[in-house]
């Protein structure tokens, strides 16, 4: 089965400087990922997917990611963060043939001024 | 275009209680998933639904929970006789086809909290 890690389960940054969110998943098989964010007491808000294609996938908010299929990763990035990023981010991912997610525990990145 | 809308977004609920749980879908979306958060964890998979069928439930635990999707009206999860374990964010998300490639769409939640 399908299973989906966060290694950081917090990750303190200041205003614009670089972040990293690290997300590993179990089986290659025909994976689909996705990166969802969760502002506080809301929802989850899709960042970007990767489903086919490029390894590089762009999103929304200067998010990006880059499925790595030997390191089975696929980590986030943004070049400089603003203190509206501060909140819980969540990678997911579902299997050919499965429509349910399944997430990893979160990263709760917070941007300091 | 109107959202996912889930309601109540908040549920106080006493144990041994009865918890209803609703969701009504974006326009022209078919597809239900539920979902819970407990505290510091991330979303489980509980179950997917489609209109007037259960397509799967894997994730729902075997008593008290069921789920509904009529061709009419909001998915509704049902939680019965509730425990403080049972405590924790619910959401419920839609999609427009039963395909995994397919974006998944996120209401706000309803948080139960069972006293």
């Known amino acids: 089965a399908q299973s989906v890690t966060q290694l950081d389960s917090q990750v303190p940054v200041f205003e614009e400087a670089p972040v990293e969110l690290r997300c590993n998943y179990s089986?290659?098989?025909?994976?689909?990922l996705f990166w969802y964010v969760q502002y506080p007491n809301q929802g989850l808000q899709l960042l970007l997917k990767?489903?086919?294609?490029?390894?590089l996938v762009k999103g929304i908010n200067g998010f990006e990611a880059e499925f790595n299929k030997s390191q089975t990763s696929f980590h986030l990035r943004k070049p400089s963060v603003h203190i509206s990023d501060t909140a819980e981010y969540f990678c997911a991912a579902s299997q050919g043939g499965s429509e349910k997610l399944v997430f990893g525990k979160g990263t709760k990145l917070t941007v300091n001024p | 275009n109107a959202g996912v809308m889930q309601n109540p977004r908040h549920l106080v609920r006493r144990r041994g209680q009865e918890a209803r749980l609703r969701c009504s879908p974006m326009?022209?979306?078919?597809?239900v998933y539920w979902y819970r958060q407990l505290p510091e964890e991330g979303l489980k998979f509980m179950v997917y639904l489609q209109k007037e069928n259960i397509i799967d439930e894997s994730g729902m635990p075997k008593e008290r929970f069921s789920a509904e999707f009529p061709k009419e009206g909001p998915s509704i999860l049902r939680i019965q006789q509730v425990v403080r374990g049972d405590s924790a964010a619910y959401f419920c998300?839609?999609?427009?086809?039963?395909?995994?490639?397919?974006?998944?769409?996120f209401g706000p939640g309803t948080r139960l909290l069972v006293l």
């Open positions: 990767y489903l086919s294609g490029s390894t």
């Open positions: 326009k022209g979306h078919s597809h």
């Open positions: 998300a839609s999609s427009p086809r039963d395909s995994f490639r397919e974006t998944q769409y």
């Open positions: 089986s290659s098989v025909s994976v689909y």
